[in-house]
């Protein structure tokens, strides 16, 4: 991948996941739409980051009709990450899925851990599992939050975060899900809210976007659940909460709490690791 595929590839990603919602869609949800702009937007700058940090972990196939195929990887420390991967629609069952997933797999080589978030579609689950990963069912949770079920205390022990936070941020990474986020965070810092939670009895982080949370680390489950229950206290409308694993029931235990419903959509995909817990993983940045 080179800089100037980048708007194609986020083009190619956003039709290639609408097909893929359109043909699974859910009766008990909305219609899917595409990307937005704002997210478009984002997604092309979180890909620029990307080809900075790991330049020979994304790839895309060319055909005659320009970009046919995309994937985007990461490697931090000693866990492979795959962040985004999309064959246009109609091109499917070409081997170009396979080639790309070959190639962003081999810029992980040496790594002993890999996560990766895959949507529901039972083509992408089968292509992971025969990759050697194993597939943990991810939850959802969405509505407008019940402010009275809000605990009186939240936000007491919840500050804004900061650049100082970053080795404080490293650690919680590395306690749960094995490796820190490094660079990732510099890229976060400058998209998102960071909340923080440091006290005698824990610590933890919360990067927070509409009163969703985009990526949490804590050490104990009352100091995530205290980050979860700021992030959703800031919502207003239907808000939306991805990424849940059965590792961490705690966050169901906020969601319901708040009056939310739960869904279940896709995998985690996990080599040479357990879901990480207590933890949300971005679903892009792992």
Not at 98 to 126: Q, V
Not at 154 to 166: L, N, Q, S
Not at 253 to 277: F, I, N, Q, S
Request: glycine fraction near 10%; charged fraction near 25%; include cysteine.
């Amino acid at each position: 991948m080179r800089a100037e595929d980048v708007p194609l590839a986020e083009r190619l990603s956003a039709e290639a996941f609408l097909e893929l919602d359109v043909r699974q869609r859910r009766a008990d949800l909305p219609p899917p739409v595409i990307r937005s702009e704002r997210h478009a937007s984002g997604w092309v700058r979180r890909t620029h980051h990307l080809l900075e940090t790991d330049p020979g972990g994304c790839w895309v196939v060319e055909g005659d009709e320009g970009l046919v195929g995309m994937a985007t990887s990461l490697v931090r420390e000693v866990t492979w990450c795959l962040a985004t991967y999309a064959v246009r629609p109609g091109h499917q069952g070409r081997g170009i899925g396979r080639a790309l997933l070959e190639a962003a797999l081999a810029h992980g080589r040496g790594c002993t851990r890999a996560m990766l978030s895959s949507s529901a579609d039972p083509l992408a689950a089968r292509r992971y599992r025969l990759a050697g990963f194993s597939l943990h069912p991810q939850m959802f949770l969405t509505g407008t939050v019940d402010r009275t079920a809000i605990p009186v205390d939240t936000g007491e022990k919840v500050r804004e975060g900061a650049e100082a936070d970053r080795e404080l941020m490293d650690s919680l990474d590395r306690r749960t899900r094995g490796s820190a986020h490094g660079p990732d965070h510099a890229h976060l810092l400058a998209e998102h809210r960071l909340l923080v939670s440091d006290t005698t009895t824990g610590s933890g982080y919360a990067y927070v976007d509409g009163g969703s949370v985009l990526l949490l680390a804590a050490d104990n489950r009352r100091t995530a659940a205290r980050l979860l229950w700021a992030a959703l206290a800031d919502s207003s409308g239907v808000v939306t909460q991805p990424h849940l694993t059965d590792a961490n029931q705690w966050a169901l235990d906020v969601g319901l709490g708040a009056r939310l419903a739960l869904h279940t959509e896709g995998y985690l995909a996990l080599r040479g690791m357990k879901p990480p817990a207590p933890y949300v993983h971005h679903g892009a940045l792992q």
